[in-house]
């Protein structure tokens, strides 16, 4: 993979790499594989994009999605104030320029940062960002819409294979090999790390 990525105009973007989303925190949303997503994160973190953006899953104790709420569909997880809401242990933290939290409203659940956040795309337009780096938890939930959303609104997406991990969750529909394959019909793609950080020195 030699596509050039050209790091001064593009945004990494860390989505919901929570301990809630990771086996420190069983009895919420553990996606396996979660813990081990950090070093190649911290990876990423290291070169000059021109933004460094993460989301936070930050949830009332009564969201719509808990079990036994409206929806249905989760257990509680990355409940607000809470370790499971907390970033995962060892994710350089201080890289980010800015958290974008998502899902507080109760009676709403925020996928991606642009669901949250609709200006999201105009912002990174207006840097004259043309290109997402998309990495975190789970792969074909937040990270998949969130790069679904950036894809559409016309930027180069990727999305770091191995600095992300997924989970199958039958009860939501929502599918590891679904969410690629629809992914990659769009256009979005999918590298791993080293991929990723020589295509970024191949552009300088
Ligand atoms: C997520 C399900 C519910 C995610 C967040 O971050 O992928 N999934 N809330
Ligand atoms: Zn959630």
Redesign the pocket.
């Known amino acids: 993979m030699n596509r050039a990525i050209d790091p001064a105009r593009s945004v990494l973007i860390v989505?919901?790499a929570q301990c809630g989303?990771s086996e420190l925190c069983p009895e919420e949303?553990p996606v396996p594989g979660a813990l081990s997503i950090v070093s190649a994160i911290n990876r990423l973190l290291t070169l000059s994009w021109a933004r460094i953006d993460a989301t936070q899953?930050w949830h009332p104790v009564d969201h719509c999605?808990f079990f036994g709420q409206r929806d249905n569909l989760?257990p509680p997880?990355c409940v607000q104030g809470t370790r499971g809401a907390e970033f995962l242990p060892g994710l350089d933290t201080k890289c980010f320029h800015t958290v974008w939290r998502k899902?507080y409203y109760r009676d709403r659940d925020a996928?991606a940062l642009t669901a949250q956040h609709p200006s999201y795309p105009a912002l990174l337009k207006g840097m004259g960002i043309d290109t997402a780096v998309v990495c975190g938890?789970?792969k074909n939930?937040?990270?998949f819409y969130t790069a679904r959303d950036l894809r559409r609104s016309g930027l180069q997406v990727i999305i770091a294979d191995d600095a992300s991990a997924g989970i199958d969750v039958p009860a939501a529909g929502l599918f590891q090999d679904h969410a690629r394959r629809e992914a990659e019909e769009l256009g979005i793609v999918y590298l791993n790390t080293r991929d990723i950080l020589a295509a970024c020195s191949s552009e300088a």
Do not use: E, P
């Open positions: 989505v919901d989303f949303l899953d999605s989760y997880h899902g996928y938890l789970a939930i937040c990270v």
